[in-house]
């Protein structure tokens, strides 16, 4: 099992940045890659991005690029998700995930741990 526990969400205006983490522990040798996925209210969850462990590889969908970096420190099982100019349309609640099989994946049911999730609200 893996857990995972997000934290670095909060209110910030247009524009502004912030940066979320997401700390693994328990048996996380066993996945290859993580990702940030995103709910907002009244919508279905949606990729983010996601990297490797060894952060030799990212994706991005296609809305954040340019102004979200996804970073990982395999020595501190820790997972960043670093988000500058932000818009009102990136409100929502946001998922660290985890996956086994050696794939970057933007489908939801590729992943097979689950965080909490982190609020995050852009005021316009």
């Known amino acids: 099992q893996v857990q995972l526990v997000e934290s670095g969400g909060g209110l910030v205006q247009t524009g502004g940045s912030l940066r979320l983490s997401c700390v693994a522990s328990?048996?996380?040798?066993?996945?290859?890659?993580m990702g940030w996925l995103r709910q907002a209210p009244g919508k279905e969850r949606e990729f983010v991005a996601a990297?490797?462990?060894?952060?030799?590889?990212?994706s991005y969908e296609p809305s954040v690029k340019g102004r979200f970096t996804i970073s990982a420190d395999n020595a501190k099982n820790t997972v960043y998700l670093q988000m500058n100019s932000l818009k009102p349309e990136d409100t929502a609640t946001y998922y660290c995930?985890?996956?086994?099989?050696?794939?970057?994946?933007?489908?939801?049911?590729?992943?097979?741990?689950w965080g909490q999730g982190t609020q995050v609200t852009v005021s316009s």
């Open positions: 328990g048996h996380t040798a066993s996945t290859y890659s």
């Open positions: 990297v490797k462990w060894d952060g030799s590889l990212t």
């Open positions: 995930a985890a996956v086994r099989q050696p794939v970057l994946s933007a489908r939801e049911a590729d992943y097979d741990y």
